[in-house]
Each structure stands twice: as C-alpha cells, then as structure tokens.
DNA sequence: GTCTATATCTAGATAGAC
DNA sequence: GTCTATCTAGATATAGAC
C-alpha cells in the first residue's frame, strides 16, 4: 500500500478508536490490530502515539478556524448564528476525544497546551465580534461586565457540553438530538439580551429544530 | 502507627496527588512514597487504587447530598442562594480530581458511574427544587421549556467549572477568586428569569463578591 | 513499506519475613 | 502493621529481516 493511504489509515482508525474509547484508553497495538497492520508499521509512519494525536489535532483546528473566521456581516440574523454553531458542534463530534479532557490530553501532548489555548482564544475572539455585531445592529443590549461572564459561559459550553451529555445520554453523541439540544443551550444563554424581535426569531428557531430531529 | 491512622494518611495524600496531578497520572508507588510508606503497606490497607478512588468519591458525595439537602424556604433569598452554591464549589474544588473527566474516572472504577449519575441526578432536583421556590414566590418567572434548559446549563456549569477555569487560571483553584467568577456565572443564567428586585439583589451581590476577593 | 520479534519501562498487585 | 522483594501485564518503541 502507498505511503500516504497507511498513514491516512492509522489517523482514521486511531481517530475512531480514540472517540470510542478515549485516547488514554488505545493504544499504539490496538490501533494497529484495527487497522490491520503490525505495530511496526504503525511506527514506520509516526514517530510516536503524540504524533497521532497532534497530526489529528491540527485537521481539527485547522477546520474549526475556517469555520468561525466567517466575517461577521453587518446584518447578523438569527440562521446564522444557529448555522456557525451548528457547523463548530459537528465538527467537534467528529473529533470529540479532544474535549473530553483537554487538560489532561495536553498535559500528556505537551505541544497541545498552547495549541489548544490559542485555539479557544480565537474563538472567544470570534463571538466575542459576533456580540458586537448583534449590539451594533441593535438586535443585542448587554452591559460589558454582563458580557464578560456571558462570554465565559458561553466558551464553557461550547467547550464542554461533549463529556457533558456523552455523561447522560446512553449512546452519546450518536443521537443526533444531542448536538441540537446544546446548541439550543448555548443560545438561551444569549437570548435574554436580545432585542424583542431578534429574541422571537432565535427562540422559534430553537423550537424548530428540538422538535425536527434529523 | 494505628491502622486508622495510616489510611487515613493515605486518604489525605492521595487526595492531594489526584488534585494536583490527576488521578491517571498518580501511581500507588508514587503515594506510598509521598505518605513515606511502603507500596505493601498500602495494599494492606486497601485492596487496590480503585478502593481509594471509592473511598474520597464517598466522602464527597455524603458531604455535597449534606449541603443540596437543605430544606429551600419559602421565602428563599439571594444570599441563601449564593451560599449554598459557594458551599458546593468549594467541596468541588476540594475533591477536584473527580471533575477534571468524570467519564474516564467512571470507566476505571466501574461501580463510580451509577454513584456519580444518582449523585447529578440528586443535585439537579435541588436545583429544580430551588427554582420552584424561586417560582412560587413570585421572584422568578420562566416557562417550562425555557426551565429545562437553564436546568441544563446550570448543571453543566456546576459540573465542569473546575476543569474549564483549569484550563484558564495558570494557577488554578488557588486563586480564590476562580470560584467567585464561576459562581456569578452559574447566578447570571439565572438572573434573566428573575423578576426586577430579586434580580437587582443578586446582581448587587454578584458585583459584591467579584470586586472583594478574599 | 511492511513484517516479526523483542527490548524497555512502568504500573498494579502479591508473598512472605519481621 | 509494616517492610523488602518480586511477579505480571500491558504499553511504547526499536531492530533487523523481507
């Protein structure tokens, strides 16, 4: 097999397991077993098991970055806030061994720490001019000390609502529910600072999508 | 020594690797050794590591079922809530290890994923139950769907403010500030429900506490 | 590029003397 | 109750043949 199809298939294989199971919980073997390789072969293509993880780390971020540097248009509707969240709350399902334990994960990887500390900047960043946006267009009305914690609030949800419900719900993120369920989350946070008609637009838009699950 | 004493001793300083370190990242060799102990001995007074584990989850159960289960007044005020969350955030980050990946810590120790799921579930009726009051006596208003969501997010804060604000603080919980920050977090999903003088109440005393921190 | 075989290390846990 | 010595298993990673 050529060099890039093992190499592509160790990541896709490890990035299954590690979903699964829990990167702490695979190991370097059991990637090769699933994979149909010798152990060798697996460290023929990777250095080690941390090459793994950061070369999935960075297709992760790579792809998150793209999706919240969507500049923020002067008329912000609610589709489009429910549309960015609902692309950044995909793609960390399908890469939800990271957020399981952020901490530790980088504490093993060390070059993950700043990584992932730059990352969760960037986006705070970006919603924090989505807010703004929203203020600016009047559609939004919130005191900077309020926006501050909505802010942390927000970041926390969006960075653990994975272990949270992948805690409660039986088959985890497989229910497609789940993704709309925290995404609704996130936005009832926001909510109680819009505007009259933008707060309806978004709250019927919830509604929507909680009772149409995919 | 006496047998109490020195598994007790073993409690207390594997409580503080787990914390500091994370409990995946604490071998019983290295708590043994901290306790100035030998391994042995350690294993005559437990069976294993998942024991210990056990033994400080109980301990912080009984302590926090303690602190939810006071009876919620009629005539329920904005310092007994933020008391009885400050109780509760200090307990946490007091067993703190447990919150860095519940999942993964359940996964060890099989029997801590039913002890942790019963004990959520015991801490998200009292907040049920808190919000009711809040309800009955005039000084909240929020719909049914709109309760089921706040109690969602309300629980994810509560459950994953330590490894969020971990991530964050370069110190840590030592920094005594941390939890003042995330408890005007959990208040301020709440605030937006409640009506104008219990709200300018809780706000006055969120703006209190942030700006003296002890 | 891929395999088999193996080296190395560390963690959890036990045996048996004192 | 406590210690020293040791066993076992599993994980990461390497060596060298094909």
Redesign the pocket.
């Known amino acids: 097999?050529?060099?890039?199809?093992?190499?592509e298939l160790v990541l896709q294989t490890s990035l299954a397991l590690f979903n699964e199971l829990g990167e702490?919980?695979?190991?370097?073997?059991?990637?090769?077993d699933e994979a149909?390789?010798?152990?060798?072969?697996?460290?023929?293509?990777?250095?080690?098991?941390?090459?793994i993880v950061v070369e999935l780390f960075t297709r992760f971020a790579t792809q998150l970055d793209r999706i919240i540097a969507v500049p923020v248009s002067a008329a912000l509707r609610a589709e489009d806030l429910w549309f960015q969240l609902h692309l950044s709350f995909e793609l960390k399902g399908q890469y939800r061994f990271l957020f399981r334990n952020p901490i530790d994960i980088s504490s093993r990887v060390p070059s993950l720490r700043r990584a992932f500390m730059g990352l969760f900047r960037r986006e705070r960043k970006a919603a924090e001019d989505m807010i703004s946006s929203l203020e600016q267009s009047g559609a939004m009305c919130i005191s900077s000390r309020e926006k501050e914690i909505l802010l942390n609030n927000l970041m926390l949800a969006m960075t653990y609502w994975i272990p949270f419900a992948e805690m409660y719900e039986e088959h985890g993120l497989q229910d497609g529910n789940v993704q709309i369920k925290s995404i609704a989350g996130a936005l009832q946070m926001i909510i109680p600072y819009m505007a009259e008609d933008a707060r309806a637009e978004l709250t019927n838009l919830a509604i929507f999508y909680l009772s149409h699950p995919n």
């Open positions: 097999m050529a060099k890039r199809n093992t190499r702490p919980n695979v190991s370097t073997n059991r990637i090769a149909n390789i010798s152990p060798g072969n697996l460290y023929y293509h990777f250095r080690n098991k941390q090459d």
